[in-house]
């Protein structure tokens, strides 16, 4: 076996524990790529059509079963979208990131968020690297400003004063660049910093909390174009587990989705582009055999208020989406079972600094996922390495996922 080097080995070595432990870790996920050609292939259209006025979507729905590669599948697309000079978010749905809620998952998205170049606080390097003088910045100043702007004042107001008081008021430069980034900015010190630069009494009307949070999106996709990326890519994990969601967190869920499923009425040419993963068995699971067609409609419209029938419609276009959208991963073929199984091979070897033999695996059946062939392969190799003599054979046992309703996964709704 050609010699590696101690760096070589230790990456080869991480790769291989993540494979093992089913983790798409970078290491992992650079070793064997996506080995899904045609939804990469969609992906990287959704890339270059990011901003484009006349872009009929901005998104992609991806679904597989457990073990089928959907996190493996995101963090290759996380990898693909920084070459393409985007930033990128990766945002796990769970009890603390709701999908209902949209304040929690901005949080999620901005604490995630990564640039091109690798550095994190994302929101705060953005703002460091903007010139007040060049077209990029008149360019967000001028989509922030007048009456139509797809945002509140306060972030025309925010982006104005950021450059004056970046050298006279470190910490309220700070407190914008927080107010970006999903924090609350009171209005008694945002009207005094205006009026110390001449800007007037900004009128600073309330704006609801989830409105604000998707107005933070729609101006963090922009302040990260006027800082040099070509837009935001937000990459959404674990959406199945709306489906433990109470029937009115359910509601809000696919209102959600169907928000993130399409292009933004309010800013059709967004630099924002969303990737949603969930269970492929979702439609039979949930939405037929929960009958949340009907049940959630109608729990909602039973509210008897305009904003709850907006929210039923949402909701209805988010179920339809899961139905009619979804791109369903591939099983691997022969050939790219061949080349996982001679790549993962080779990685063992660098990783343990031996020459594997061929080892069974499982057998080749359509139904059995990439991560158990991958898996099994791993555990063989290791069992021959300590003992030579072994003859390992492996099987596969299936655990059954479920989605029963769980209050403490969908966490409390405020209703906010």
């Not at 230790?10 to 290491?27: F, H, K, T, Y």
């Not at 729905?61 to 070459?83: D, M, P, Q, W, Y």
């Not at 909602?300 to 907006?310: I, W």
Request: charged share 25%; proline share 6%; with cysteine.
């Amino acid at each position: 076996m050609t010699a590696v080097t101690p760096a070589h080995r230790l990456s080869a070595r991480r790769a291989v524990e993540a494979l093992r432990s089913g983790v798409p870790s970078g290491d992992a996920v650079t070793a064997l790529g996506s080995g899904q050609a045609e939804v990469e292939d969609r992906f990287l259209e959704l890339l270059n059509h990011a901003g484009a006025p006349t872009a009929s979507t901005r998104d992609l729905l991806i679904g597989g079963g457990f073990g089928t590669g959907k996190s493996h599948v995101l963090e290759h697309f996380a990898n693909l979208a920084r070459a393409e000079e985007f930033a990128v978010s990766r945002i796990v749905v769970s009890k603390e990131t709701p999908l209902y809620d949209p304040v929690k998952v901005l949080r999620a998205a901005v604490a995630s968020a990564v640039l091109p170049s690798g550095a994190g606080e994302a929101v705060a390097e953005a703002a460091a690297g903007l010139d007040p003088g060049s077209p990029a910045y008149a360019e967000l100043l001028r989509w922030t400003s007048g009456g139509r702007a797809p945002v509140d004042e306060r972030f025309a107001l925010t982006l104005t004063l950021l450059p004056q008081v970046t050298t006279t008021d470190g910490d309220f430069a700070d407190a914008i660049v927080r107010f970006w980034s999903g924090d609350p900015l009171g209005v008694a010190e945002l009207r005094r910093q205006a009026k110390q630069v001449g800007a007037g009494r900004p009128a600073l009307g309330a704006v609801p909390r989830r409105e604000l949070a998707r107005q933070r999106f729609r101006f963090l996709a922009r302040l990260f174009v006027a800082a040099g990326c070509r837009g935001w890519l937000l990459l959404f994990d674990e959406v199945e587990l709306i489906g433990r969601y109470s029937p009115l967190q359910r509601g809000r869920a696919y209102a959600e989705l169907a928000g993130w499923l399409r292009p933004d009425p309010e800013d059709p040419g967004s630099p924002l582009v969303s990737v949603l993963a969930m269970t492929d068995d979702f439609d039979a699971a949930v939405l037929t055999t929960n009958n949340d067609r009907q049940t959630v409609p109608t729990r909602l419209r039973a509210k008897q208020t305009s904003e709850y029938d907006e929210l039923a419609a949402a909701a209805e276009a988010g179920m339809r989406a899961i139905e009619r959208q979804m791109v369903v991963l591939t099983p691997p073929d022969n050939a790219e079972l061949d080349r996982a199984y001679a790549r993962v091979k080779a990685l063992h070897g660098e990783a343990f600094g031996w020459d594997p033999p061929d080892v069974p695996g499982l057998e080749r059946l359509g139904t059995t996922r990439m991560r158990q062939y991958v898996r099994a392969w791993i555990n063989e190799w290791d069992l021959v390495r300590l003992d030579p003599d072994c003859r390992p054979a492996s099987e596969v046992v299936e655990l059954a996922i479920g989605y029963d309703e769980d209050d403490g996964v969908g966490g409390e709704d405020d209703g906010t």
